[in-house]
C-alpha cells in the first residue's frame, strides 16, 4: 500500500523560506521518483521538479531553477521541497506525487497549503 | 516545454451522458500521456497513463485513446461522481507539462 503523506500548512512572509515534507510508505524511495507539483487558488497544475532519491539526482523546472531545493531522507524515506525568497504569487497547495519521465505519475499526497502574506 | 492543450476547457452534461475531452501536445510524445481527475479541495486521483491504459481501481467507464500528439478521454456514462475537473499530463520529457484542465458540470 502506498502512501504519500505530507507536512502541514503553513504561513511565511515575503522573502522567506518553507520546507515541506513528504513521507512515503511501500517501495517508493527504493525504484521510483518524487516530483513536486504546485497549484495556485483556481489555477491549474505546475510541475516544479523531481528527485530520484537512490540516486540523490534532480531536475528542476526552469521557472524554479535557482529558488527551489528538493532532497531526501532515505532513511525516513522522506523527500523535502524547499522554495526560498517567497513572494505572494508562491501562495499555493504543493503536493508530492509518485512519477517522472517515462513513469506515470501514480500516487499523490494530499498537499500542503502555503501562505504568503505580510 | 512542451504544450499541452486542452478542450473544451469547461463542458456541461447530464447524468448518463457520454463525454470526450480532447489533449494536443506541441510535439510527439508518443503514449507518454496521463490523465487526472481532481475533486475540489482534493489532491489529482490518477486514472489513465499511457494514454489508454487504466490505473488500478479506476472503472471501466473511463477510457484514453490516441498516440503522438492527439489524444482523447471518455467518460462511457457520466455519473454525479463525475463531476470534476480533468487535467491531461505528458510525460514525455521534462519538465513535465499539463493541460490547462477541463471542468465538468452538470446540466
Known amino acids: 500500500q502506498v502512501q504519500l503523506v505530507q507536512s502541514g500548512a503553513e504561513v511565511k512572509r515575503p522573502g522567506s523560506s518553507v520546507k515541506v515534507s513528504c513521507k512515503a510508505s511501500g517501495d517508493t524511495f527504493s525504484s521510483y521518483a518524487i516530483s513536486w507539483v504546485r497549484q495556485a487558488p483556481g489555477q491549474g497544475l505546475e510541475w516544479m521538479g523531481r528527485i530520484i532519491p537512490v540516486l540523490d539526482l534532480t531536475k528542476y523546472a526552469q521557472k524554479f531553477q535557482g529558488r527551489v531545493s528538493l532532497s531526501a531522507d532515505k532513511s525516513t524515506s522522506t523527500a523535502f521541497m524547499e522554495l526560498s525568497s517567497l513572494k505572494s504569487e508562491d501562495t499555493a497547495v504543493y503536493y508530492c506525487?509518485?512519477?517522472?519521465?517515462?513513469?506515470?505519475?501514480?500516487?499523490w499526497g494530499q498537499g500542503t497549503l502555503v501562505t504568503v502574506s505580510s | 516545454d512542451i504544450q499541452m492543450t486542452q478542450s473544451p476547457s469547461s463542458l456541461s452534461a447530464s447524468v448518463g451522458d457520454r463525454v470526450t475531452i480532447t489533449c494536443r501536445a506541441s510535439q510527439d510524445i508518443s503514449n507518454y500521456l496521463a490523465w487526472f481527475q481532481q475533486k475540489p479541495g482534493k489532491a489529482p486521483k490518477s486514472l489513465i497513463y499511457a494514454a489508454s491504459s487504466l490505473q488500478s481501481g479506476v472503472p471501466s467507464k473511463f477510457s484514453g485513446s490516441g498516440s503522438g500528439t492527439d489524444f482523447t478521454l471518455t467518460i462511457s456514462s457520466l455519473q454525479p461522481e463525475d463531476f470534476a475537473i480533468y487535467y491531461c499530463?505528458?510525460?514525455?520529457?521534462?519538465?513535465?507539462?499539463f493541460g490547462g484542465g477541463t471542468k465538468v458540470e452538470i446540466k
Open positions: 499530463q505528458q510525460y514525455d520529457s521534462h519538465p513535465l507539462t
Open positions: 506525487a509518485r512519477g517522472d519521465t517515462g513513469l506515470a505519475t501514480d500516487y
